[in-house]
């Protein structure tokens, strides 16, 4: 089975722009992956895989087609839907077209327009990834299942506080304001993210990330592309996804997302390396907790000690292991179907040495974690850089 690589990649900005349509955003993203990738056009790429959820219900059918087409792109187009994790997964579709051989370069992206609509209505749309009965139907919203885990964690883990979610927004936020791309590009203190309102305790509002418009795209060549060309490409060294009960209440644990440690196996697998083995990593805090889990989830600690790595420095940007220096959905924003495509943006950043002053001391493995709900879907993808490879 052949290997894949990422030759290029590019994302619009991130943030609110009632000037532009999500066709238009995912033009600009192909446009800057295609700018990115030295030798390669359009007529170069063989399909897509497009991941959105369709916020506001724009385009439910045949999205694929329309943003591929709008952004000159005739080929044949798949749309993914799993929720926040759509655009995660169409980039490990893509990677599955060209390690079959069905395809030399595919762009895999996604997109999302959410600040268009009211709150009530884009509350309903981030509500359908919740299990629909019993929860979005009851008046459960993420803001309130993730309150849930934040809470059982905290209950469950004596060492852990309040200040240790804010310390998340504190990091993400330092990160993002480095960040040209990301939305909330300001810092904030300890202070402003423990006293600021409460949304859904024990969460406030800097433990939340922001609705967002964007787009990212992110091309998938074939090892003989690489091989004929002179392109910076980070190997795709792993790849795992996994499933779960859609309903957080349907779950043995609130303080682990199953899915993210099975996916997380299956990439540590296929790429022959294990959680120290990575310089630095992506992953989904669509709320500070979720960060915290995150970390015991990938296996980067144990169980309760995710506070004791924010604390003493370990993922903050001169750390050892380098967390969501893009600022995260926190501060970078969470467009719903861009966000694990944007993921795969800055590890291919970092790794080929694009990231300018936000760029980190010679990565060699970077992972990126997205999840979908409240993790009914996850997908984990190990980039390895160029020097680790033999190549250029």
């Known amino acids: 089975m052949r290997d894949a690589y990422v ?57 694929g087609p329309a943003v591929t087409e709008h952004a000159g792109l005739s080929v044949p187009t798949t749309r993914v839907e799993n929720a926040c994790a759509a655009s995660g997964y169409a980039v490990r579709n893509a990677v599955q077209a060209v390690k079959s051989g069905m395809a030399d370069v595919v ?24 299990e629909t009965e019993w929860e979005r139907l009851t008046g459960a919203t993420f803001a309130g299942t993730y309150a849930q885990m934040a809470r059982a964690y905290l209950d469950e883990h004596d060492d852990a506080t309040v200040e240790d979610l804010s310390r998340v927004a504190v990091k993400n936020h330092a990160n993002g304001s480095q960040n040209p791309h990301a939305q909330l590009q300001f810092g904030c203190s300890l202070e402003d993210a423990t006293e600021a309102a409460t949304v859904a305790d024990p969460l406030t509002l800097y433990h939340c990330c922001p609705t967002t418009d964007g787009a990212a795209a ?3 060549a074939s090892e003989d592309v690489v091989a004929e060309s002179e392109l910076d490409a980070a190997r795709i060294a792993g790849v795992g996804a996994a ?50 889990l995150a970390y015991e989830d990938l296996g980067f600690c144990g169980r309760g000690e995710a506070p004791e790595l924010l604390r003493e420095g370990v993922t903050d940007r001169d ?70 490879e033999g190549q250029r």
Not at 108 to 128: I, N, R
Not at 253 to 275: D, K, L
Not at 341 to 359: F, Y
Request: proline letters at 3%.
């Open 319 to 388: 750390g050892d292991l380098p967390v969501n220096v893009s600022g995260g959905l926190k501060s970078k924003g969470h467009p719903i179907g861009a966000t694990g495509a944007g993921q795969i943006v800055e590890l291919w950043t970092q790794l080929t040495g694009r990231a300018g002053d936000r760029q980190l001391d010679d990565p060699d493995v970077g992972l990126a974690h997205n999840v979908g709900g409240s993790g009914g879907a996850a997908v984990v993808t190990i980039l390895a850089a160029p020097r680790s």
């Open 218 to 220: 992110v091309l998938v």
């Open 7 to 63: 030759v290029g990649a590019g994302q619009t900005d991130f943030g609110s722009f009632p000037d532009e349509s999500y066709r238009s955003l995912f033009a600009t993203a192909v446009e800057h992956a295609l700018g990115s990738a030295d030798g390669l056009t359009r007529e170069d790429v063989d399909e897509a895989v497009v991941g959105t959820l369709g916020v506001g219900g724009r385009q439910l059918g045949l999205s």
């Open 107 to 130: 762009l895999a992206g996604g997109y999302e327009v959410m600040t268009d609509a009211s709150g009530d209505a884009t509350k309903y749309w981030l509500g359908v990834s919740g």
């Open 243 to 292: 499933s779960d009960r859609v309903g957080l209440f349907e779950r043995d644990t609130y303080t682990a997302i199953p899915a993210s440690e099975r996916a997380a196996e299956a990439a540590y697998e296929m790429a022959g390396v294990g959680p120290d083995d990575v310089d630095f990593a992506e992953v989904h805090d669509c709320f500070a907790i979720a960060e915290l």
